[in-house]
């Protein structure tokens, strides 16, 4: 099977890495050229637009920032949907809304070719082990074609129904995430701020009932409270924190918290920290 691969940021690079390294042609577009040459060394071949790419390859994976950018390589005389046709697959991992996935499925199936949305759930190191959970709706026919490929990027790979799902499912995975790590930032300035050792409140989480990765990986860098490495950026963290508050007003259900967060990160975008990791709220929070 030849694979296309769109957008070669973070999850995306590491992501088609693995799938060149596990012997599939590669075929590859990404908005800065200034990624190529990486891949070239894998043996990856490069296309002048996202239609090349959609023409080059039986499936096409998709792997972009925001809905804006989905449009931009979805649309146009030089967009994936013109280098579609029937018996080509058109699999979108990028977190996105559910309206954005549909209006994938409808042109798609337009030029008769299959679609399916697969956000995922794990940041740069999972993308690297392949080790994300993915999160599939769609076309059943091109989830079952594509999941061998799915599964040199994945470790848990689920099926979901029909487009619009996975977008769903994952916008209430990440408004959970963030909620979390917000509040480990605002314990730790508790800490902090109170005369406590913050590596002790960490060790303290890590014995009792909120254990997890994710406190493990950021409480160090939250608790010394700079250099925070980009994994996730924090642009898009606020960007999975608008379209899930959309969602809840779309289907009438009152975000309170989530409500709170998004503000906040909407300041930590007015102080430039959009690049950083989405921990660096900690800076927006802490005083001390
Ligand atoms: P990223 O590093 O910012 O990469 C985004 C990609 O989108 C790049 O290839 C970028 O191209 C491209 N892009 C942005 N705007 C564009 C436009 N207008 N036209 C064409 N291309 C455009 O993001 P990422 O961290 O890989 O995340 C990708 C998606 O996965 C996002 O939806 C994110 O929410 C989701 N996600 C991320 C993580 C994570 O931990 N990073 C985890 C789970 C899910 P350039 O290289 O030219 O900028």
């Known amino acids: 099977m030849k694979i296309g691969f769109v957008g070669l940021g973070i999850m995306g690079s590491a992501m088609a890495s693995n799938l060149l390294k596990a012997g599939y042609k590669v075929t590859i577009w990404n908005r800065s050229p200034d990624k190529y040459s990486a891949f070239l060394d894998l ?61 994938s499925y409808r042109l798609a199936h337009e030029k008769g070719a299959l679609f ?39 470790r848990k790979i689920l099926y979901l129904g029909e487009t619009g799902k996975a977008a769903r499912m994952k916008l209430a995975n990440n408004l959970v995430m963030c909620g979390m790590l917000t509040s480990l930032s605002e314990g730790i300035a508790l800490a902090a701020g109170s005369g406590l050792d913050t590596a002790q409140l960490l060790e303290v989480l890590d014995s009792g009932a909120v254990t997890n990765p994710m406190f493990r990986l950021k409480g160090p860098q939250i608790a010394a409270n700079r250099d925070f490495p980009t994994a ?57």
Do not use: C, W
């Not at 007015?270 to 929070?285: K, P, Q, R, W, Y």
């Open 232 to 288: 996730f950026p924090l642009k898009h963290m606020q960007k999975d924190l608008r379209l899930a508050l959309k969602l809840a007003e779309e289907v009438g259900q009152p975000l309170f918290v989530t409500a709170t967060i998004n503000e906040l990160y909407k300041k930590a975008l007015t102080e430039n920290l959009g690049d950083a990791d989405f921990a660096a709220i900690s800076l927006v929070i802490r005083n001390k």
């Open 43 to 103: 043996g990856a071949t490069v296309a002048n637009t996202p239609r090349v790419v959609a023409e080059s390859s039986d499936v096409l994976i998709a792997m972009m920032a925001t809905p804006d950018a989905v449009q931009s390589v979805r649309d146009g005389d030089e967009g994936i949907i013109a280098g579609m046709s029937s018996g080509k697959g058109y699999v979108d991992m990028s977190t996105v809304d559910a309206d954005t996935s549909l209006e």
């Open 116 to 154: 399916l949305e697969a956000p995922v759930a794990g940041s740069r190191k999972p993308a690297e082990d392949a080790t994300l959970t993915i999160m599939a709706a769609g076309d059943q026919e091109l989830y079952e074609t594509s999941l061998p490929v799915l599964e040199k990027m994945g």
